[in-house]
């Protein structure tokens, strides 16, 4: 008997670390780490016949803390019209960052809701990376409050770009929508309140730019609602207008118990066919619906005139949400 096979035979522990070895060398090979896959080849290759496991959304994650720019890859346009199969460069940047009041976005003033905001992903996308994205989160107690998704552009948006982010607003899921303009020049504006509810990507979306978004808060462990409510501002300037271009604000409003992921009513009593029957969860809604009118003026006041670095009026500011 051989030396070799001695080991095999009196050495399970040695026995059980060669097939620990084994096959968490299979799992490398399928799955490649981001310093792997940047320094190798042959991984970059293997993870185009894997998409769902790619490696895109972790390097933007990595290399978050510099700043480094990062592409999440291709996919198909949303509802809103983010052509992914064009080019689009964005960054992560450092999430500890504190944003109040409002900031600049696309030369005009962008309100924040009340509370600490810190920014999640920005940089352009589209045709000509025309358009313009920030992605912002408010936490409470480490509890995520709320989410905001704002686009906007100064350029000419194709009319049916335009006309499908408009559907939105007449979706007959949302709770309620408002249509503040629509002119034969072209220029309209609406808003709508609805509820969003999470996926197991932890999306409510199909867009990839928010796909990348929300799995970086969740890599880096912020706990999130099952559902949010979901409030959001749509403008899109008329032909006559000095300016061009198309602006829209997504606000994810947590209707959670202060400090926790405790919805204030059951998940299904979210929706528009059950809220009725849960009067917590009516009234939370009616509370956003009515504060979103206010701030609806807010954002068009803010993302219509130039940049002022004014911040919004402080009772305005607070949604039924904010911490």
């Not at 080849?41 to 895109?56: M, N, Q």
């Not at 350029?155 to 979706?171: F, K, S, W």
């Not at 207008?241 to 602006?247: F, M, P, S, V």
């Not at 299904?268 to 939370?284: G, H, N, Y």
Request: with cysteine; proline share 8%; aromatic share 10%.
């Amino acid at each position: 008997m051989s030396a070799v096979s001695r080991l095999w035979r009196r050495a399970p522990v040695w026995r059980f670390f060669l097939y620990a070895g084994g096959f968490f060398l299979v799992l490398g090979l399928i799955f490649p780490t981001p310093f792997i896959t940047r320094h190798t080849g042959w991984a970059h290759a293997l993870t185009r016949y894997l998409p769902s496991f790619g490696s895109s959304p972790d390097k933007g994650e990595a290399e978050s803390a510099a700043g480094s720019s990062t592409s999440p890859g291709q996919g198909s346009p949303d509802g809103q019209g983010n052509d992914l199969s064009d080019p689009a460069r964005f960054i992560t940047p450092d999430i500890s960052a504190a944003l109040t009041g409002a900031i600049p976005f696309g030369g005009h003033n962008l309100p924040l809701p009340a509370g600490v905001w810190h920014p999640v992903l920005s940089g352009q996308y589209g045709p000509n990376e025309r358009m313009l994205l920030n992605v912002l989160v408010r936490t409470d107690r480490g509890i995520v409050t709320g989410v905001m998704i704002a686009s906007t552009t100064n350029q000419d948006v194709p009319l049916d770009v335009v006309e499908d982010a408009y559907n939105h607003c007449h979706d007959d899921r949302n709770y309620h929508s408002a249509v503040l303009a629509e002119r034969p020049d072209g220029e309209t504006e609406c808003t709508y309140v609805a509820p969003a509810f999470m996926g197991a990507n932890n999306t409510t979306l199909g867009d990839t730019l928010l796909q990348l978004a929300f799995k970086r808060l969740t890599t880096l462990g912020f706990p999130m609602p099952s559902v949010f409510v979901n409030a959001s501002w749509l403008y899109n300037r008329g032909a006559g207008a000095r300016a061009k271009g198309t602006t829209s604000v997504m606000l994810l409003i947590a209707p959670t118990q202060p400090g926790t992921v405790v919805l204030r009513a059951p998940l299904p009593f979210w929706d528009k066919r059950m809220i009725s029957q849960s009067r917590p969860a009516l009234d939370f809604v009616r509370r956003v619906d009515i504060w979103f009118t206010d701030w609806a003026a807010v954002l068009h006041q803010g993302m219509v005139s130039d940049y002022t670095g004014a911040a919004p009026d402080a009772h305005l500011a607070k949604d039924p949400s904010a911490p």
